[in-house]
C-alpha cells in the first residue's frame, strides 16, 4: 500500500520484516502474510522480501515494498556471507525499482569477536562491537558499486556506522532505543537485548546529530 503522509508531512508506514517462520523468501509465504495482514491491518504497510543464501526471493522483489539483507546473524535464517549474493541481489532490486535494506553486521567481525560472549547480557554489547558495523558498511560500498542500486542501512547504531556513510548515497535509520539507551542497560537484563546492541554515549550523540542535520533519514522501531 501507499504510505500516506500526516501531519507535517511526515511518512508513517509498517514494514513486516522477512524473517519470522516461515521467512518471506517465497511467494506463497508472502502471500499469506500479505492476505493475514490486509484483513487486519489498520495502517499502511509493506513486505519485504528478504534474502536466503539459496537467492530464492530474487522472484519476489518486483512484488515486495522493499528487500531486507542480514549480513550478520540475528532472528532468523537469513544470514548472507555470500558477497557475489549480495551484488545480485542489488542489481536485480536495481532493475524493478527496489530499495535494498541492510542489517550491516559484519558475520567475518562478530565471529571474530564471539569469544567475549558469555553468560551475562552486558557481554553481547562486547561481543557485537562497533567496528562489525562499519566493517559492513564498507564492504556494501565495494558490493554496490556500479549497480544504481539504493542502499538503505537499518538500524544505525555507531558513530564509526555513520562515519562510513560519508561520501556515499546511502540512507539510514535509527532506532529509539539506540538514541536513549546506553549498553549500560544491559545490566538490568534482557528487555535491552537487542542486535545490534545498546551502544555508548559517544555513539548516542552521533546519532542525534545525524538525524538533526538530516543525514539519516528516518526513525525506525525495528519490531519484526
Same mark, same amino acid.
Given at each position: 500500500?501507499?504510505?500516506?503522509?500526516?501531519?507535517?508531512?511526515?511518512?508513517?508506514?509498517?514494514?513486516?520484516?522477512?524473517?519470522?517462520?516461515?521467512?518471506?523468501?517465497?511467494?506463497?509465504?508472502?502471500? $499469506?502474510? %500479505?492476505? !493475514? +495482514?490486509? &484483513?487486519? @491491518?489498520?495502517?499502511?504497510?509493506?513486505?519485504? /522480501?528478504?534474502?536466503? *543464501?539459496?537467492?530464492?526471493?530474487?522472484?519476489?522483489?518486483?512484488?515486495?515494498?522493499?528487500?531486507?539483507?542480514?549480513?550478520?546473524?540475528?532472528?532468523?535464517?537469513?544470514?548472507?556471507?555470500?558477497? $557475489?549474493? %549480495?551484488? !545480485? +541481489?542489488? &542489481?536485480? @532490486?536495481?532493475?524493478?525499482?527496489?530499495?535494498? /535494506?541492510?542489517?550491516? *553486521?559484519?558475520?567475518?567481525?562478530?565471529?571474530?569477536?564471539?569469544?567475549?560472549?558469555?553468560?551475562?547480557?552486558?557481554?553481547?554489547?562486547?561481543?557485537?562491537?562497533?567496528?562489525?558495523?562499519?566493517?559492513?558498511?564498507?564492504?556494501?560500498?565495494?558490493?554496490? @558499486?556500479?549497480?544504481?542500486?539504493?542502499?538503505?542501512?537499518?538500524?544505525?547504531?555507531?558513530?564509526?556506522?555513520?562515519?562510513?556513510?560519508?561520501?556515499?548515497?546511502?540512507?539510514?535509520?535509527?532506532?529509539?532505543?539506540?538514541?536513549?539507551?546506553?549498553?549500560?542497560?544491559?545490566?538490568?537484563?534482557?528487555?535491552?537485548?537487542?542486535?545490534?546492541?545498546?551502544?555508548?554515549?559517544?555513539?548516542?550523540?552521533?546519532?542525534?546529530?545525524?538525524?538533526?542535520?538530516?543525514?539519516?533519514?528516518?526513525?525506525?522501531?525495528?519490531?519484526?
Amino acid at each position: 500500500r501507499a504510505p500516506k503522509a500526516g501531519a507535517g508531512g511526515v511518512v508513517t508506514t509498517a514494514l513486516d520484516m522477512p524473517n519470522p517462520n516461515p521467512p518471506s523468501v517465497a511467494c506463497a509465504a508472502s502471500e $499469506d502474510t %500479505v492476505a !493475514r +495482514a490486509s &484483513v487486519k @491491518a489498520s495502517v499502511d504497510f509493506g513486505l519485504y /522480501a528478504g534474502l536466503d *543464501e539459496k537467492g530464492e526471493s530474487l522472484d519476489l522483489f518486483a512484488t515486495a515494498s522493499a528487500v531486507k539483507v542480514y549480513l550478520g546473524a540475528t532472528t532468523g535464517h537469513l544470514l548472507v556471507q555470500d558477497y $557475489d549474493l %549480495v551484488r !545480485r +541481489a542489488l &542489481v536485480a @532490486a536495481a532493475a524493478c525499482g527496489r530499495t535494498v /535494506a541492510f542489517h550491516a *553486521e559484519s558475520q567475518a567481525c562478530l565471529d571474530r569477536h564471539g569469544h567475549q560472549l558469555d553468560d551475562t547480557y552486558e557481554s553481547h554489547a562486547h561481543a557485537r562491537p562497533a567496528e562489525c558495523e562499519a566493517e559492513a558498511i564498507q564492504a556494501l560500498i565495494t558490493a554496490s @558499486a556500479g549497480t544504481g542500486a539504493r542502499v538503505h542501512i537499518a538500524h544505525l547504531s555507531t558513530a564509526l556506522g555513520l562515519a562510513a556513510l560519508s561520501g556515499t548515497t546511502f540512507s539510514a535509520e535509527v532506532c529509539p532505543h539506540h538514541l536513549f539507551w546506553t549498553s549500560d542497560a544491559l545490566r538490568q537484563g534482557g528487555s535491552f537485548k537487542m542486535n545490534p546492541p545498546l551502544r555508548e554515549q559517544d555513539d548516542i550523540n552521533a546519532l542525534w546529530a545525524g538525524l538533526n542535520g538530516g543525514r539519516i533519514a528516518c526513525l525506525a522501531s525495528d519490531h519484526a
